[in-house]
């Protein structure tokens, strides 16, 4: 038996017709005959006749008995055709699932997010994903936006979803995905709490806590623009290096700041998110896909799957 194995994987090795070669010996070995062999390749006889006993002559060994009424196998023909249709059903499966990676069915994806959406975007955009490309395995990695890309950037992640626009490199290619509005974070026992909606000059008066310059400079500078297009600055009573100490300074009732609407998704006790009234421009947050130009065929797959399902921009 090891002597037919290797005969089966030399001529897989050698000869340039193999998978031919194979398919034919395995139909006449089905068939028992090789006229009838013959018509079912849609071929001549003689031919036929020919290329199994150059099989044979490979392998070293004969692997049909010749009779006037047809041919059976020997037995190293019987372990030979089962090497063989072993062998066959591994190339197409071989050849099969290079064809899905390359089309971006099937593989590994990377995938690196800011923390926030991974509540309102992940969850459904990998179900989806699942569900659409189930040979696809999505690796996540949760990091900052300048994290994030610069990770993309490097390789090491194939795809990345930032809020930030200015942590992202020239050279890496961006889309605009999803679109949230800024609402208005106020601690639930505030006066404003209960309002339907607020325009954004009656938080003049109040104080605020906003991101550090370093952790969430995207956010800091856009709640100093919108308080300023509404005709004040910001007062800053607090600062927060991340979004959980923003929401506990404004549960704890000492301030108020502006937060997405992806925190609907987070409910914290304590807080009371209020829409905002004006500019719709000024008052959106953008959720951004970052990728290498010539992204790999899985990162278009993906990125349509999330426009599909999210609006784009």
């Known amino acids: 038996m090891g002597e037919v194995d290797d005969g089966t994987e030399a001529v897989g090795r050698r000869c340039g017709g193999a998978s031919r070669l194979l398919e034919q010996f395995l139909v006449v070995a089905e068939e028992r005959h090789f006229g009838r062999a013959a018509e079912r390749l849609s071929m001549r006889q003689p031919p036929l006749s020919q290329a199994i006993q150059r099989l044979e002559r490979r392998v070293g060994v004969q692997l049909f008995d010749r009779g006037p009424r047809g041919v059976s196998l020997t037995p190293a023909g019987e372990a ?31 995938l690196g997010y800011v923390s926030l959406l991974s509540l309102r975007y992940l969850p459904r955009l990998l179900g989806a994903a699942a569900q659409e490309f189930p040979g696809l395995r999505v690796r996540l990695h949760q990091d900052s936006s300048t994290g994030v890309a610069d990770m993309v950037l490097t390789g090491s992640l194939d795809l990345g979803f930032v ?33 339907e909606a607020l325009d954004l000059a009656e938080l003049r008066d109040e104080q605020f806590v906003l991101p550090t310059k370093s952790a969430l400079p995207a956010l800091r500078g856009r709640i100093h623009r919108v308080c300023e297009a509404a005709g004040f ?69 993906v990125l349509d799957l999330a426009t599909e399902l999210y609006g784009g921009g």
């Open 80 to 110: 030979f055709a089962t090497d063989a249709a072993r062998l066959l059903a591994a190339e197409t499966a071989t050849l099969d699932r290079a064809r899905r990676v390359g089309k971006g069915l099937e593989g590994d994806l990377r």
């Open 163 to 195: 809020r930030d626009l200015s942590a992202v490199p020239a050279e890496l290619v961006t889309s605009v995905f999803a679109r949230e509005r800024v609402m208005a974070a106020l601690p639930t026992g505030h006066p404003l709490a209960g309002a």
């Open 233 to 301: 600055t910001p007062a800053v009573r607090a600062s927060a290096d991340d979004l959980t100490g923003l929401l506990s300074y404004v549960a704890s009732g000492l301030c108020i700041s502006l937060l997405t609407e992806a925190l609907l998704d987070l409910p914290v006790p304590g807080i009371t998110y209020v829409p905002l009234c004006g500019a719709p421009g000024r008052l959106e947050s953008t959720v951004t896909a970052v990728h290498r130009p010539d992204p790999d065929p899985a990162v278009r797959r």
